[in-house]
């Protein structure tokens, strides 16, 4: 990745991260060029479901412009702005509609009406968050920075590779601007929950999935109970498959996921320890936000008051994504986060506001 | 040990992140220390022949010590009669 400036525009480079620095174009009110996009790759350009991601970002908001070379490897971005309001959108099967609810969180809460999307496709994938994860584990944080009463509704599970599913994503709850955050006690785990789900699979498989996982989750000695949730008839989408996700539940309202789907072959036992081991891994990490959440949380942060905000985040959360994510915020905000060792040996990531207020208030 | 640990945090995350001439991978890796563990395992690779070059070195064979001498020594030998002194020095 590398990133450089031309006449307000800024330039950047790869396909990585393309949803995020689509968003923070957009929240930040500059151009972005995106250049050399796969261009080394067999099939260089913009793959599908990027292009959806266009098409979605066009309905959210007013006024964008968005320029795509003939190759597909190259894309001007001119932020419009956020609007909201109420469609479907229909997300092509290679990705779960995960990744296009993501960023939609981010921007959602800042436009000028609510937000009322259908999603159409895939609802648990493996590259990206599942429809639970969601409602159970990122929902929380945003409630953290004062965005409250989202709703995720499930109205028809739908696995891979055809999909099917439907869920009806709410966001009513407008706000000025992120609450400031001070999280830098590591919360105490209290409740570990779950949901386990099939689509036209045989009903015991979730039952062999929660056994499996209770199994592994019993010497923590928490309360565990875990949901099951059988699709049946035209609930169950297009093909069949099962998952499972698991959350530990914390005193101070912070929730670490983990999910995993079965793939071809794959025997529900397996899955189900194997997710129980992921979560006990997930909590090992530390800190307050956990892997899934720390783009949402870091991002509401930067967007937040001009004020320092302060949050612990474990040592196993800082890679390669993360140290991107830092890297954008500095091109798009020109702010610099900094990182403290605490006496727990865990990190204090300090931020402060960039003072952001949603634009469609400020004409409003 | 504590000298293993001290060498891992050697780097502050908040700077490296910083440093557009580092890709984010080789920043995690710097930071975590495991860059430099790679190379020492290299070194140590490479060290592996030292046993093969003093066995050589102890030889008592004369022809083995003077073909050992021609290929390792690093420094030329120069032999004075052949040698010119430069113009300048010349004069003086």
């Known amino acids: 990745m590398s990133l450089s400036s031309n006449k307000n525009i800024l330039v950047l480079t790869g396909h990585e991260d393309f949803r995020r620095r689509l968003v923070m174009s957009t929240l930040s ?35 964008s412009v968005i320029e795509i070379s003939y190759t597909g ?11 909201g309001g109420t469609f479907t959108h229909n997300c092509p099967l290679s990705r779960s509609v995960g990744y296009y609810i993501e960023p939609v969180l981010l921007m959602a809460p800042f436009g000028k009406k609510a937000t009322d999307i259908t999603f159409k496709g895939i609802t648990s994938g493996e590259k990206d968050l599942g429809v639970d994860i969601i409602r159970t584990s990122i929902f929380p944080v945003m409630q953290k920075f004062g965005i409250d009463r989202q709703e995720l509704r499930i109205v028809k599970r739908g696995s891979m590779p055809k999909g099917g599913g439907e869920v009806k994503l709410h966001l009513p709850h407008l706000v000025l601007q992120p609450q400031t955050l001070h999280a830098t006690k590591t919360p105490q785990i209290t409740k570990l929950r779950g949901i386990s789900y099939s689509t036209r699979v045989s009903p015991a ?44 539940e914390t005193k101070a309202g912070w929730n670490i996921s983990v999910e995993g789907i ?10 189900g320890a194997e997710i129980a081991r992921k979560l006990l891994e997930e909590i090992s990490v530390g800190g307050v936000l956990s892997r899934n959440q720390l783009e949402m949380g870091i991002i509401y942060m930067v967007l937040g008051k001009e004020d320092i905000g302060r949050v612990k985040i474990g ?48 004409i409003a | 040990l504590k000298n293993f ?26 930071w975590k220390g495991e860059e430099e563990d790679e190379y020492e395992e290299e070194d140590i690779e490479a060290e592996s022949d030292d046993d093969d070059f003093f066995k050589k ?24 009669r052949f040698m010119t002194a430069p113009a300048g020095l010349k004069n003086a």
């Open chain 1, 73 to 83: 490897t190259t894309i001007l971005y001119k932020p419009g702005l956020i609007v």
């Open chain 2, 57 to 80: 070195r102890s030889s008592s064979r004369p022809d083995d010590i003077a073909q050992d001498f021609d290929d390792d020594m690093a420094q030329p030998i120069f032999d004075s």
């Open chain 1, 205 to 248: 498989t979730v039952n062999r999935m929660i056994e499996s996982a209770r199994a592994v989750l019993k010497p923590t000695g928490c309360e565990t109970f875990i949901y099951s949730d059988v699709a049946r008839g035209e609930d169950s989408g297009l093909s069949p498959g099962f998952g499972i996700a698991l959350v530990a």
């Open chain 1, 262 to 271: 079965g793939a071809a072959g794959s025997v529900p036992e397996d899955l």
């Open chain 1, 315 to 362: 040592k196993g959360s800082i890679d390669e994504r993360f140290v991107r994510l830092l890297r954008d915020i500095k091109a798009f905000w020109g702010i610099e986060l900094r990182i403290k060792e605490d006496d727990d040996g865990e990190l204090i990531v300090t931020v402060r506001g960039t003072g952001f207020v949603s634009a469609s208030k400020k």
């Open chain 2, 5 to 30: 640990q001290t060498r891992k945090r050697r780097w502050d995350i908040s700077k490296l992140i910083y440093m557009d001439n580092i890709n984010p991978t080789d920043a995690i890796l710097r």
């Open chain 1, 29 to 63: 009110g500059k151009a972005v060029k995106i250049t050399q996009i796969r261009s080394e790759d067999t099939e260089p350009g913009l793959r599908d479901y990027e292009v959806s991601f266009l098409r979605l970002m066009e309905s959210i908001t007013n006024g």
